[in-house]
């Protein structure tokens, strides 16, 4: 498995900004299709961004799509997670994952085989 260290996460008030970075422990990481996903206090984890290994596909959640943008740098074995324009509803504790065995984001995940441990994210209203 891959070692995956999620930050970034705090409070911030309806409509601000917030960068999440997710640092991988494995040189290999270029290879990896890389997802965010958030679960929400009593509610089930749900897909908010994915990018392929070479950063060319990228696919979001209906919710964040316009708001959130997901990117890496491979030379730095990181994924971002932009988050813009955020909303009480996003609140969560989201957490990075890898998908080691497809080049194409999935957004399911048991698609994911190795999984940070989460950051939380707080927006007031």
């Known amino acids: 498995q891959v070692q995956l260290v999620e930050s970034g996460g705090g409070l911030v008030q309806a409509g601000g900004s917030l960068r999440l970075s997710c640092a991988a422990s494995?040189?290999?990481?270029?290879?990896?299709?890389m997802g965010w996903f958030r679960q929400a206090a009593g509610q089930e984890r749900e897909f908010v961004a994915a990018?392929?290994?070479?950063?060319?596909?990228?696919k979001y959640a209906d919710s964040v799509k316009g708001r959130f943008t997901i990117s890496r740098g491979n030379a730095k074995n990181t994924v971002y997670l932009q988050m813009n324009s955020l909303k009480p509803e996003d609140t969560a504790v989201y957490s990075c994952?890898?998908?080691?065995?497809?080049?194409?984001?999935?957004?399911?995940?048991?698609?994911?085989?190795?999984w940070g441990q989460g950051t939380q994210v707080t927006v007031s209203s």
């Open positions: 494995q040189r290999t990481f270029i290879r990896y299709t």
């Open positions: 994952a890898a998908d080691r065995r497809s080049d194409v984001p999935g957004t399911s995940p048991p698609a994911y085989d190795s």
């Open positions: 990018i392929s290994g070479s950063g060319t596909v990228t």
